[in-house]
């Protein structure tokens, strides 16, 4: 088993706009796992506010050495040696554990979504984020993706009303806020919520700052939406404290280290009668063709992350009728269409 | 797809001691499901206590229909649409549960837990069951189950002390104690449980009748040894309220509807600090086969039900340095050695 890393730069297709100024590129690493004549992709998405760097994330993967044989079905054993060497680094997590379910699926010639017995028909419709910008530019936005059935607003700013209300002059699709922790006053937050819910919005991300708990459970008891923990859950420790201080949570891969934790999380989640929201990074579509997989396990679908990349070096899942699809090939299924090296 | 049931009637090598008289022989339904040139095998154990017949689970799996063309991988939806049509009768949905499985890891040329990703090195080693006897008798059993590693102590009767010292003067091998809710006053159980723990056992099943929470959740409170909850534990809902009363859960196949169910509520219980211990019935190789595919995830295992049965139709799971290992052969791995039929 061979493992090769891509540090890459991805290409926004537009800027991001930040409290300060704003970001045209966002860094990754893409590996490849080789191993008897397959190949599987995985993904490291870094978004800078977490703080890991490409040199982390390659310096983790060349720490990681199995003892032969190995044996690739043996998810469990191969992924918790190599947790035990990679250490606290979630994204280095998730591009092993994605490549190494992409051999998996590879080897039986399956795609994820069929080896986990999951049903396709239960995969909800995906939403398109609407980044900070000016109401009259999430406007023009929400005219553009007329192909996503449900726009996501980031929230959290100066002109929250103004800015759905923009949105609400051109689409009656239904929308969701993500406030980013950038809300202060609770009841400010559950009176606005409740004109939120006149709006045909569905559910409201981490109102306040994750630390925040005994806010967050006042909201909850209270809210006429579902709120839902974004940055407070990055593990499956976070998920169980969820219960009681949430409606809900927002697993990614990136966050809590890889398809197997996300499973694992995704059904815990729903055993504690928690709604999922399974979201995603701004990253390629190996990382996004990888979370469709687990999409029949959530209640609502955030996954247009490969769709604000605009030197994608893979093909993945299809949008087709508001809803991101699996691609049917074997694994993960994402298929490169540039080099990744140089 | 076609189903063939048959009713089994499962002979003991011993007879087995109730509270009034004993019993010689264990109801059963043994399931083949065919399907394009494979056939799947499951079993519903009807241990007469739980009140469901054999005409029950035959009547139950005669209305499960699907329409075609049926994808054998959608596990989630061939399974959510039978359970509608069988309803709450969980052995029956068990057998069906098992048979899919079967026909799952044949069609994809796998054992099942090398399909679920899992490490055969995490087995615990398994259980034999003392049944209900006298202290001689116990003694005499103990001392023939030379290949088991830990043994299992039916307790809840009058001479629970004299049972365990019994069995204590010729054998050093942990043990476990199952009450099976014969119980009574919580102060005698702890004061009985501190002398256990110097008896090298593992941990209580069981203690009080299964309605009594607050009583079990103050022995668990003070309990030196793990409570686990057996009779308690049935559903998903069951293993999210066994946190705060009980230490750990007892999950059996035949309980909880099958291996999906049973890996759903493992991976909970796990996410929830909850230990683990995968059980079984007085069942046929086929079940306890399937069951050993799960066994990576237990803390504990009792899988002994195969061995109590004189007429098994199957063989399947090995006894290997103490741990029952599933076979290495694709899906359940059970092989038919006697005919179902006649």
Redesign the interface.
Known sequence: MRLIVHPLTLELREPFALAVGSRTTTPAVCLEVHHEGLVGYGEAALPPYLGWTQADVCQALHRVKWHEPIHL?????LL?SAAAAIGPLPPALAALDMALHDL?GKY?G?PLY??W??????IPPTSFTVGLMSPAAAREKARQVVEYPVLKLKLGGDNDRALVTAVREVTDRPLTVDANQGWQDRSAALDFIGWLAEQHVLFVEQPFSAARVDDHAWLTERSPLPIIADEAVRT?AD??RATGVYHGVNIKLAKCGGL?AAH??L??AR??GLKTLLGCMTETSCAIAAATHLA?LADWADLDGAALIANDPFVGAQLVDGRMLPPPSPGIGARLVKPLAG
Not at 73 to 77: A, E, F, K, S, V
Not at 117 to 122: E, I
């Open positions: 079905l043996n998810l469990d054993g918790s998996f039986l399956q069929a080896l017995g999951l049903d396709l028909s239960r499956m998920v169980v197997r694992a999380m059904t815990v055993a504690l029949p």
